[in-house]
């Protein structure tokens, strides 16, 4: 098993968990927990495969990421109570985000994409699943906030495409991983965010 599938599988994991949790806040019986879950997990995987036009997109072809989205969904609901902490959820989601983000960089620069093309089906593939499932569960997603989310991923596979020749893939890809979930915990911990346009700013004021 290469490092590219097991980045895969833990992303697949810590969004399947994410967007149960999600699901079990919204109060969804246990199949609407079950298919928010798979939303999550697979949803950015499948959008990129469709834009990026590469055929039938993976999920529908293997199998193998079921059995963790099964056992991401029952983290989720057996362990209910404990998940409900913020931090946590955050953590999870940090992981699943810096998974996706990089496992599909990688794959980007195995394709020989260009550096646009690169940021596109890392970041497709890192926050389509969650954008899907905010919409479904009737939430602003999570990249339309104010704090640092996307761009923690844009930033760690930006430094992925620049050391990678440097020092080769294998390294690069683990920290870029590492970049990637410090940038958005520290931004969360620390509060740091987004500028955002008011409505009612001072400067917009006649």
């Known amino acids: 098993m290469d490092y590219i599938t097991i980045l895969e599988y833990i992303g697949v994991f810590a969004f399947a968990v994410s967007g149960a949790i999600v699901a079990i806040e919204e109060e969804f019986d246990v199949f609407g927990i079950y298919i928010i879950a798979i939303i999550t997990a697979m949803g950015g995987g499948v ?5 990026t036009n590469v ?4 999920f529908f072809t293997s199998y193998m990421t079921i059995p963790f989205i099964i056992a991401g969904t029952l983290f989720a609901i057996l362990l209910k109570g404990r998940l409900k902490h913020k931090n946590l959820f955050v953590f999870i989601d940090a992981i699943g985000l ?3 983000f990089v496992s599909a960089a990688v ?3 195995g394709s020989n994409y260009n550096y646009m093309l690169f940021i596109f089906a890392a970041s497709i593939t890192g926050v389509g699943g969650g954008v899907l499932r905010d919409i479904i569960t009737n939430r602003k997603p999570q ?6 989310y996307c761009v923690a991923g844009v930033i760690g596979v930006t430094l992925l495409w620049f050391i990678y020749p440097l020092i080769g893939v294998d390294v690069a890809q683990f920290i870029a991983l590492i970049a990637i979930v410090i940038i958005r915990m520290v931004s969360y911990y620390k509060t740091i965010n987004l500028p955002v346009v008011c409505r009612k700013s001072e400067f917009l004021e006649s």
Do not use: E, Q, T, Y
């Open 143 to 148: 990249i339309f906030k104010h704090d640092i």
């Open 107 to 109: 794959k980007a620069i």
């Open 55 to 58: 055929g039938i997109p993976v």
């Open 98 to 100: 810096a998974a996706f």
């Open 47 to 51: 959008l990129r495969d469709i834009v």
